[in-house]
């Protein structure tokens, strides 16, 4: 029988019966709601990340001046450097929520890791948080030069959910241009539980579109938030795109409970029949966030960063 982690599923519970109290009593999900529901989260059960050199700037060459947070563990060795796009629906998040889970990757890839502050829907609607990452991807070596910050001109782009969606779109974006080290490339990407589908056709977000922290409901709710000038969300998806052997290898996670899951299984095939090298880590007992819930499930999220950083390493 399929069920959660029973530590999960003993906070589900708590959960879901003061979420259904909301409901009856009239509660409306607001853009500072959202905001304040992902902070509370990931403070509550994330503590705080290992000790590093850390300086923030700002990424210029784009619309907007991107700031960036920018985290050098000690271990440090020479590679690609980390973008990271943190989650939250397009709509919540920040470099400060998601800062020890920066340090923890960080420090787990041995890798410089610069966390991206990118803009926010509602205020800032699609394709305003794509274009900040793209800006970035584009402008960081001169930003990292300034800083004096040792770099190769390699990223990997990684992101946990609606993140993930952003690097899958940049990714897409930038297939066809040309792999030079001189002008920088993307080297790989790590999608955690990603949102990569805006038409939500996949058969997961009904089967675990209720229950699992992260409901079609709320989803469909960022969605109306993110897109405001009628556009066609299958044509914004990573997963109706085209697929050339320009995408960069890719490491796809997916969680079982996670109404995300069965898109990043989409991808991942889709991928592979391009001939793109991907490989896949799969958790059977958990749900969408579970990043954001570590200390409830500490033995998962252990063997998630170790994972990515054996992957990094290997970039």
């Known amino acids: ?5 029973p530590k999960l599923a003993e906070w589900l519970e708590g959960v879901n019966a003061q979420l259904a109290q909301l409901k009856a009593a009239g509660f409306e999900a607001t853009p500072i709601s959202a ?9 509550t059960f994330v503590e705080p990340g290992p000790e590093m050199p850390v300086c923030e700037t700002l990424v210029h060459g784009g619309e907007y001046a991107v700031p960036v947070r920018i985290y050098r563990p000690a271990n440090t060795e020479p590679g690609a450097a980390i973008i990271y796009c943190h989650g939250g629906g397009h709509m919540a998040g920040s470099v400060s ?8 990757l960080a420090d787990a890839c041995g890798r410089t890791l610069v966390s991206v502050e990118y803009r926010l829907a509602p205020e800032n609607p699609y394709p305003a948080g794509l274009n900040d990452l793209l800006a970035v991807v584009k402008g960081l ?7 004096n910050i040792r770099h190769d001109n390699r990223w990997i782009l990684m992101g946990d959910s609606g993140g993930g969606a952003l690097c899958a779109s940049a990714s897409r974006l930038l297939q066809h241009r040309p792999r030079d080290v001189s002008a920088g490339f993307i080297a790989a990407q790590v999608l955690i ?10 058969p997961s977000i009904e089967e675990n579109g209720s229950g699992y922290l992260l409901e079609r409901e709320k989803i469909l709710w960022y969605f109306d938030h993110y897109f405001q000038r009628s556009e066609n969300p299958r044509l914004a998806s990573p997963l109706h795109g085209e697929f050339t052997g320009g995408l ?3 490491l796809v996670v997916s969680a ?18 391009a001939g793109v090298a991907v490989e ?3 958790f059977d007992n958990m749900i969408h966030a579970f990043m954001n819930l570590e200390n409830l499930v500490p033995g998962a999220c252990e063997k998630l960063y170790r994972h990515i950083g054996e992957y990094v390493r290997g970039i």
């Open 1 to 5: 029988m399929r069920q959660p982690d």
């Open 35 to 43: 905001r304040e529901s992902l902070a509370n989260l990931t403070r």
């Open 97 to 104: 929520i998601y800062d020890p889970i920066c340090r923890r």
């Open 141 to 147: 070596g001169a930003a990292l030069d300034g800083n």
């Open 193 to 202: 539980y990603p949102s990569l589908d805006y038409t939500m056709l996949q």
């Open 248 to 250: 960069p290898s890719s």
């Open 256 to 273: 079982e409970f996670c109404p995300l899951r069965d898109e990043a299984f989409a991808y991942t095939e889709k991928l592979e029949q």
């Open 280 to 282: 896949s880590l799969h």
